[in-house]
């Protein structure tokens, strides 16, 4: 007999039958009220859920009333002294433009690789938000945003760079905002008007002056290709930082309007072979930061802070520091790597102190080390003409006698550079040939006061101490103030100092600086300085340790430097226009290999000094501010409130206004 099938029970019933005897009517009617209750409780979890979800979504949002500053600090700007600029430090905004002060081109070219359908997109585009997203999660990071321009409007002006699903989020419902409220010409010009184009450029029209030296208006289709490709990502395909990254990114954009149908084919391929590269400052050098450097630590010596921008025009001369440049490159070209000869510094100066041009080390690049203002390092018989100047000034003329036999002093026993001995030597003599025995015996008759005083005159800032070993460059001092006390033998004795800032002008058409020239007194007598400048001459004549710093049929004077085992080699010298100091060694003090101051720094110093002498010396005079006209009440003026953080979003739009920052 067959076993009987086990009865079908249920787990709610406990094993009874379903609408058997063990079923009550209240048992029947319970059921839907707890399918009531459950799909209560879902609906509330969910209602939680949407509120705390967009309590966390619209809860510090801000207002479109409440936009950002752009986050820089007053910018200063460095022009040489025919205006040429420089340098700037921090960030320039340019006028506000409008849609009409634009070419086509430079709005083709952004939308062509930043959002091409700005035009019928209603702020965010989802579809490419859902791809973004499906990217992200299968890499299991960030690596694509779909950001429309909008949104990217929205974040530069209202959030945080934060790269987070609730600042997304955010973006979206303010690009949404701003799409309803405003027309797309406006939220294109105000993205262009403050987005950052590296280079310290903010705005388009700052973009413009930066790399292009033109307004925004005059841009040309491969300038406005090269523009639109810096805004992925500014300093990666910097033109003037990473040239060739700026032109493939540049022919990209190009191929990307073509594809838009911006463009034909042959206009992009004539737009590219036909454009150059801007080519950073290049009309004042390429080392010129160092001097820029060396303005901007005086700045606050001359003004009060100031939250404007500032323009400071210098005594820079492009001409002399392009030829500094160009010399210097050639010189290093022939020097052999077996002399171990890795860097070198130059100062020309006028003889009234200006400073004209300035090489600081070999690459800016690869070192901001300024070698002319920072470096100390021993000058070697540099300092050998303030020595005899001393002992012209306590009775010895050039031709007074003096004995060049070898000298003892204590454990102090300085020999000769070449090892001769010599005899009784006139004092020109013992200077063309800078012999040191004769030097240091001058010294200890003279005494070491008189040395120290004549240096002190002279404008040295490191002087040399009390001690014999001082006559020979034993103490430490920097090129520049090196380069300024021989100064005062161009200038037939006159006080002289250094000086580079001209005048200084703020945004708001504020002159803060104006250098008037200074009465300079009479620091040394002027027979003294005639008759040792007849000696400094005779050191680059035949015979001479100079000699290969002399200029066929110019006048002039200067003095060789090396300092022990080589370390330091230098030519210091002048002519009726210029006074040039030069330096060479290397940064970790290590030997050059049997290099003086009458080999390569002089060399460097003919050749140069010989190529500028055409040049007429600039003459400096007096600055007059502008009055800049105050800002309105245009959309464009709102733009300008954005930047800065003050009024109201939501202005009417009325076009560009006259500029308040200068360029």
């Known amino acids: 007999m067959a076993p009987k099938k086990p009865k079908r029970t249920s787990k709610k019933t406990g094993g009874r039958k379903r609408g058997g005897a063990g079923t009550s009517k209240t048992s029947r009617t319970r059921r839907p009220r707890r399918k009531n209750g459950r799909l209560k409780l879902l609906l509330a979890v969910a209602a939680i859920f949407a509120g705390g979800l967009g309590w966390y979504l619209f809860h510090g949002l801000p207002s479109l009333g409440n936009a950002k500053p752009i986050n820089t600090r007053p910018s200063v700007v460095i022009l040489a002294d025919d205006g040429t600029p420089i340098a700037r430090y921090g960030g320039l905004q340019g006028r506000i433009l409008s849609i009409a002060d634009v070419p086509p081109d430079l709005v083709h070219a952004v939308l062509s690789v930043e959002n091409r359908d700005f035009y019928s997109d209603y702020g965010i585009e989802p579809l490419a938000i859902l791809r973004a997203a499906l990217v992200n999660v299968r890499h299991g990071r960030w690596v694509e945003g779909a950001s429309t321009i909008t949104q990217q409007l929205a974040k530069n002006l209202f959030l945080t760079p934060d790269k987070t699903l609730r600042r997304k989020a955010q973006e979206a419902i303010i690009a949404l905002e701003l799409t309803h409220k405003y027309s797309k010409d406006q939220i294109l010009m105000a993205y262009l008007n403050r987005v950052y184009f590296g280079g310290g450029a903010y705005g388009v029209d700052a973009a413009a002056e930066t790399y292009f030296n033109k307004p925004a208006a005059q841009l040309d289709l491969f300038q406005s290709a090269l523009l639109a490709g810096l805004l992925r990502a500014p300093e990666h395909y910097s ?41 950073h400052l290049s009309t004042a050098g390429s080392l010129n930061h160092y001097f820029a450097d060396w303005i901007l630590s005086q700045i606050d010596g001359f003004t009060s802070s100031t939250t404007n921008d500032l323009t400071v025009k210098t005594t820079l001369s492009p001409q002399l520091q392009l030829m500094a440049e160009a010399k210097a490159e050639r010189i290093f070209e022939q020097i052999p790597q077996s002399r171990h000869v890795t860097q070198m510094a130059l100062v020309t100066e006028s003889p009234a102190g200006a400073i004209l041009a300035m090489i600081g ?20 018989s540099t300092v050998k003409p303030f020595v005899y100047l001393a002992a012209l000034e306590a009775g010895y003329t050039p031709d007074s006698t003096i004995s060049a036999a070898p000298i003892k002093s204590g454990d102090y026993h300085p020999g000769n550079y070449d090892g001769e001995k010599y005899g009784t030597v006139t004092l020109a003599e013992a200077l063309q040939k800078s012999l040191n025995t004769a030097t240091v015996r001058l010294l200890r008759a003279i005494g070491v006061g008189r040395f120290i005083n004549v240096a002190r005159r002279a404008g040295f800032t490191h002087l040399p101490k009390p001690q014999l070993s001082a006559a020979l460059g034993a103490d430490s001092v920097d090129l520049l103030e090196l380069t300024n006390a021989y100064a005062a033998f161009a200038s037939g004795g006159k006080e002289t100092w250094p000086y580079a800032v001209l005048s200084i002008t703020d945004s708001a058409g504020n002159l803060l600086y104006q250098r008037q020239p200074p009465v300079r ?8 300085i005639a008759a040792l400048d007849g000696m400094l001459q005779g050191v680059v004549a035949p015979g001479g340790t100079g000699v290969r710093a002399a200029i066929p049929g110019v006048t002039a004077a200067g003095k060789t430097g090396t300092s022990q085992d080589f370390r330091d080699a230098w030519f210091v010298g002048y002519t009726d226009k210029f006074v040039t100091g030069v330096w060479m060694g290397n940064d970790d003090n290590t030997p050059m290999r049997y290099v003086t101051g009458g080999m390569y720094p002089a060399e460097l110093w003919h050749d140069y000094m010989g190529a500028v002498q055409g040049f007429t010396l600039p ?6 501010a502008q009055s800049l006209v105050p ?13 800065s953080g003050r009024g109201d979003f939501i202005s009417g739009f009325k076009g560009s206004n006259t500029p308040v920052y200068n360029h």
């Open 631 to 643: 800002p309105g009440n245009s959309f464009a003026d709102m733009l300008n409130r954005w930047s």
């Open 619 to 624: 003459q400096f005079v007096p600055e007059t």
């Open 239 to 279: 033109p003037t930082l990473h040239p060739k990254r700026s032109l493939g990114r540049t022919h990209m954009v190009l191929h990307e309007m073509v594809a838009a149908g911006y463009i034909t084919p042959a206009a992009a391929r004539a737009a590219y072979q036909d454009a150059r590269l801007p080519v």
């Open 521 to 528: 007194a009479q620091t040394f007598q002027p027979d003294n």
């Open 361 to 380: 080390g070999r690459s800016y690049t690869k070192s901001q080390y300024n070698r002319a203002t920072q470096a100390l390092r021993q000058p070697g």
